[in-house]
């Protein structure tokens, strides 16, 4: 740890009658970015504190920042279950903030029926569009100010057939027969509307669970957008492999959710979800494949098998000729496993 950071958390510790020998300081395991947590945990008594770390090396990171702050307390003034900041350095990139618990990721791996949490989760995923969405101001941003066809093409579907079918698989570097189904894709999925907050990473491993409460964490990707993305990602996330029937009963709890919002919302969300799962799907794939070759980070590439599951699981049910292209490909992709396994094998051991 950085002797300023330590001096910043002792800081922090004596305001609330504390020293540092009072607590024990853990580093948390990382995770797909660059930040770096530290759990505080006091001895004797409360539930403990955690650090971030994101030194703002360059302005992508100095603007993530300041989209960590902004949105964070935006989201806390609109009653959102997101942890209270207490004191934080933008010069060095320096947060501490409540302690929310562990992992929906991890919760679930102890009970038996994980959809009565879900409920709780999908009540707050919903509080969290809808008013997350008001007065939201797109300038706090650290990306793009909202989740449209631009994102979709560059940051999903491109970047799926750049990080996975090119660099990851090895296969040819042009693919000019997905276009045409990345493009269809991508202007059915635009057509859910976007006037609502969308988290943009809303998975288990970003939800935390502490004595029953849910608590949402990693929200500084923020924009508005479509909710479908959100209940996507929520859903289909290969680190909880949700089975089919669950899947379909916490959709169907959704659109009972959303009813009490507005009756003519149900509709069009159900016509354009699975568009919006196909979206998400292939940025999960394309981050799987990035974190494993650039970053080094091994272990993302046992999840890909289940997300390309996943992946034509939604295409076969969607049963858009328009996506024929695409479904043949990924029918190909994991019908012959000897490809998809000499890869998965040569990345672990590189």
């Not at 994102?151 to 996975?164: C, H, I």
């Not at 999925?189 to 907050?197: G, V, W």
């Not at 049963?319 to 019908?335: C, G, M, Q, Y």
């Amino acid at each position: 740890m950085l002797t300023g950071l330590s001096e910043f958390i002792q800081m922090f510790l004596r305001d609330r009658g504390l020293e540092i020998d009072d607590i024990n300081i853990s580093r948390l395991k990382g995770d797909g970015s660059t930040r770096i947590f530290w759990k505080l945990t006091p001895y004797n008594h409360g539930k403990g504190y955690i650090t971030m770390e994101n030194p703002p090396l360059d302005e992508l990171l100095n603007r993530e920042n300041l989209a960590y702050l902004m949105i964070g307390k935006h989201l806390r003034k609109k009653g959102i279950p997101i942890p209270e900041i207490y004191c934080y350095d933008l010069e060095h990139g320096w947060f501490i903030m409540e302690y929310m618990g562990h992992s929906l990721q991890e919760y679930i791996s102890e009970i038996n029926d994980p959809i009565p949490i879900y409920k709780k989760v999908i009540e707050e995923l919903v509080k969290l569009q809808v008013c997350g969405a008001k007065d939201f101001k797109p300038e706090w941003c650290c990306q793009t100010e909202r989740y449209d066809r631009t994102v979709m093409r560059k940051y999903e579907s491109d970047y799926f057939r750049d990080a996975f079918l090119c660099n990851f698989l090895e296969l040819k570097k042009k693919w000019p027969e997905l276009d045409s189904p990345f493009n269809h894709l991508a202007e059915i999925a635009s057509k859910m509307d976007s006037r609502y907050f969308l988290h943009r990473d809303f998975q288990s491993r970003n939800i935390m669970i502490l004595d029953g409460d849910i608590g949402i964490i990693d929200w500084q990707d923020g924009r508005l957008g479509p909710p479908g993305y959100d209940l996507a990602s929520l859903l289909i996330d290969p680190y909880s492999s949700l089975s089919s029937r669950r899947k379909d009963e916490l959709f169907n709890y959704y659109l009972l959710i959303i009813k009490g919002y507005d009756d003519k919302w149900s509709d069009s969300f159900k016509r354009y979800f699975p568009y919006l799962a196909i979206q998400r799907n292939l940025q999960i794939i394309g981050a799987f494949s990035f974190l494993t070759l650039i970053k080094n980070k091994r272990y993302f590439s046992d999840y890909i098998p289940k997300a390309l599951q996943t992946l034509q699981e939604l295409l076969i049910r969607v049963n858009d000729t328009s996506l024929s292209p695409l479904k043949d490909l990924i029918e190909d992709v994991v019908h012959n496993r000897s490809r998809l396994q000499a890869a998965l094998g040569e990345r672990a051991l590189q």
